[in-house]
């Protein structure tokens, strides 16, 4: 039977799985399209750290059943566990460590019958906005190989955006699904908080900061993903209302008008780019033809207190991440990359009460984001404050490398403070990425839409942070954007081999 990699492409996953229920084509046949693709792209693109072909063949080859029956689908390399098979979580130490047990998402995602051939690049313990990893080296951008396709997604991003998957296995705990879907010009939602399991190993990631998601080229896929992932299980700490309808059934009807805040300054008061501006309002002129009410209005907030909150217990949690990766596997400190063990040492001299009022903070930047949303149904900004960056451009510089790397061996970690690394790590990491973690540490949906394009035709796209509960006019709100000005039939110029 067969099917060309050009009829493959034109098919989002709804799509596909609507050809083999219909008996048009087999579960097979669409694997070995997008192996063929994975080979075609992957020398070129590093997206794929650990392929499965073997196992998928096998699975696509037996009986399948579920709303996604036969489609070829990834899983990224962190919190997205597959029994028997190592979660690398980006680090070398823990690449030949397999998995004692599946997570739930990963479950729900097979029991629907998606057939999963590989697990996607992320930065060491997904740390990062960018995707760099020394484990497997970096994942480069479709639209453009010599720049980033963001983090910490940025290997599931990339390989949705080369045409290997129509969706593929996500998370975000600040900003990981947003910024990736911004740099690669997919769709992709951060469900809120509670919204989708992150067990059975753990009850929520990163204090619910952190959620399990999709990154898909077109929105019923994010909506119809949803629906198969989300709903509480027996280990989560909450049970979260479940919407009135189906999620997929959101994207078939336009929303009310709607008011929306307009907020393009960065919250850090770092520049934003012009062409990030323009994302922004170019989005809203194109919702005030759509009948939606947009004016410039930000949350009351201090961003800088909140991105020094957001590292206090970021660090902190990198912290136990390496000291369990240590554990289990018994090796040293060097055996990390210098960026994560600067993050960590920062962690471990963070005191307990200082890293309680972080945590206790979170709730002063909610009431913020809450009284907002008293006038405003979303926030909209742009996803990313400049246009994709070049690879290795926000790595550590080379003396701030080389100093760390003597205090470390000095054990005088405590120092990192005259030595100006945190606030080179604060400038370093949020600078390009100032608007999602508010989102994460309020435990709100948001969502980032692929509207517009660079002058130099990069995608850049923008994000619109809602209520509690608000993931069906999330996605009726993308929908509508989507039907207005379409994206998913454009491609990138990578071609592969």
Not at 250 to 259: C, G, M, N, S, T
Not at 322 to 346: H, K, N, P, Y
């Amino acid at each position: 039977m067969g099917i060309s990699w050009d009829d493959y492409r034109s098919h989002d996953a709804v799509g596909l799985a609507a050809l083999v229920a219909a008996g048009e084509v087999s579960a097979a046949d669409l694997l070995e399209a997008a192996v063929a693709r994975a080979d075609a792209v992957e020398p070129g693109l590093n997206a794929i750290r650990l392929r499965l072909d073997d196992a998928a063949r096998s699975r696509a080859r037996g009986p399948l059943t579920g709303p996604f029956a036969g489609v070829p689908f990834l899983v990224k390399d962190l919190a997205q566990h597959l029994a028997g098979v190592p979660t690398a979580s980006g680090s070398r130490p823990l690449a030949d460590h397999p998995r004692p047990e599946t997570s739930t998402v990963v479950r729900r995602w097979t029991e629907a019958g998606l057939v999963v051939f590989g697990r996607t690049a992320t930065p060491e313990f997904g740390a990062r906005a960018v995707t760099e990893p020394a484990l497997g080296g970096p994942t480069r951008n479709p639209w453009d190989p010599g720049r980033t396709p963001g983090g910490s997604s940025g290997g599931s991003a990339a390989a949705v955006a080369a045409g290997i998957v129509p969706a593929a296995g996500a998370s975000d705990g600040g900003g990981s699904i947003r910024i990736p879907a911004a740099a690669c010009g997919l769709f992709g939602l951060k469900p809120g908080r509670g919204v989708t399991p992150s067990g059975p190993d753990v009850a929520e990631g990163f204090h619910g900061a952190a959620v399990q998601g999709v990154l898909s080229r077109t929105v019923r896929d994010s909506a119809a993903l949803l629906d198969v992932s989300a709903g509480p299980e027996p280990e989560g700490p909450y049970i979260v209302r479940p919407p009135e309808r189906p999620y997929a059934d959101a994207v078939r009807d336009d929303p009310a008008p709607l008011r929306i805040g307009l907020a393009t300054a960065s919250p850090l008061g770092t520049d934003v780019d012009p062409e990030a501006v323009a994302a922004a309002t170019d989005a809203a002129e194109l919702l005030t033809s759509l009948g939606h009410v947009v004016e410039e209005s930000a949350p009351a907030l201090d961003g800088r207190a909140l991105a020094t909150d957001f590292l206090t217990t970021w660090f902190s949690t990198i912290s136990a991440q390496v000291a369990a990766a240590r554990a289990l596997t018994g090796c040293g400190d060097d055996a990390f990359e210098i960026e994560t063990r600067v993050m960590a040492a920062i962690g471990r001299a963070t005191p307990a009460p200082d890293y309680l009022a972080a945590l206790a903070r979170r709730q002063d930047h909610t009431r913020a984001l809450a009284a907002f949303h008293e006038r405003y149904d979303l926030l909209l900004t742009p996803t990313l404050a400049r246009p994709p960056w070049p690879i290795g451009e926000l790595a550590l510089p080379a003396p701030a490398r080389i100093g760390a790397q003597a205090l470390l061996r000095a054990g005088a970690s405590g120092l990192f403070g005259r030595l100006g690394l945190v606030e080179s790590l604060v400038d370093a990491n949020f600078a390009p990425v100032p608007y999602t973690q508010l989102a994460n540490l309020t435990g709100r949906p948001a969502s980032s839409v692929p509207l517009y394009r660079t002058a130099s035709g990069l995608p850049l796209g923008v994000q619109f942070v809602g209520r509690p509960g608000s993931e069906p006019l999330l996605l009726a709100l993308a929908a509508q954007l989507e039907r207005a000005r379409p994206w998913a039939h454009l491609r990138p110029a990578v071609r592969g081999r």
